[in-house]
């Protein structure tokens, strides 16, 4: 029973394939570009690209995919889908109807699908329960739920079981840092890493102070990667076993402030992180906290990592860890 995770190289697909490696299940990692780290030296990797589904069938069948875990691609940044809305909406939708019309081409019948907290917008109530309507208020929201219903209009004529995970700010790093976030952040806790150890040459930018929140800045549910890793293979398991489909928000049920992830920086090296309030930026909302209690009950998930100075701790020691880190060019 051999698993694709398509988005494979990326910073949750390669988390994702770590955990099935860890797990001792065959997987083959796809992705359009890139290539895996070392870790994942033994796990077959394949390139195809974004709009070619049949080659993609291909590659499904021939290594004997029965199902699939899709990381829809698309920048992963609200502020970068707001100033290239098109690209975002392309990137998005084109590979998820690859991916779509690939699995009914492959005869997979068993799909987790990879989303976003960013499709409910701005919610009237907190925590934020699945049958929130979806008002996102930024492209990558609104590609994520289009995408969404791609996949829910195409599984159900197909007879796919399909479990959506809409999963709130993914962040750290691989507890043995195998991998990590790279590129440009996707977040505020590898920004505040990466002005810790140096690697931003600038304090880290408070975008909005001024929010109704308890401190003014905006409140975010922060899940470790490996535990979203291991809810998309609790997911697996709950299709396997005869699940319905089925829509589940992913993270901790709580949430903490940008100025509080501040403090937990602070909290673990020792010392102050430099800050700079600077304007609120466009698809911010105040609040993304999870209702947690139909993802545990669901799928029987139990979070490993749910503590920020673990969450931030290990996003810095990854920062650290790079080899090129003293010479590495500030990401803005």
Known sequence: MTTAVIGAAGYLGTQM??????EGRPAVGIDVSGALVPALSTVPFVLVGRDDPTRLATALTEHGVTQIVHFAGGSGAVDLSVSDPLAEYEDTLIRTLTATRAAVE???????????????GVPDRMPIAEETALRPISPFGAAMGMAERVVADASRAAGIRVATLRYFNVAGADPALRAGETGRPRHLIRAAAQVSVGTRKEPLRIYGDDYETPDGTPIRDFLHVADMAEAHLAALDY?????????????????????????????VTGRALPTVVAPR???DPPQLIADDAKVRSTLRWTPRF????LIVRSAIDWEAAQEDAPGRQAAE
């Open 239 to 267: 299709l396997c076993e005869g699940g319905r489909s089925v829509v589940l928000n992913c993270g901790y049920g709580e949430g903490a402030s940008v100025r509080e992830v501040v403090s937990a920086v602070a909290r």
């Open 106 to 120: 492959a005869g997979v019948d068993r799909l987790v699908f990879s989303s976003t907290a960013s499709v409910y």
């Open 17 to 22: 394939l770590l955990c099935l490696q860890d």
């Open 281 to 283: 930026r466009a698809g």
């Open 306 to 309: 749910n503590d920020l100075d």
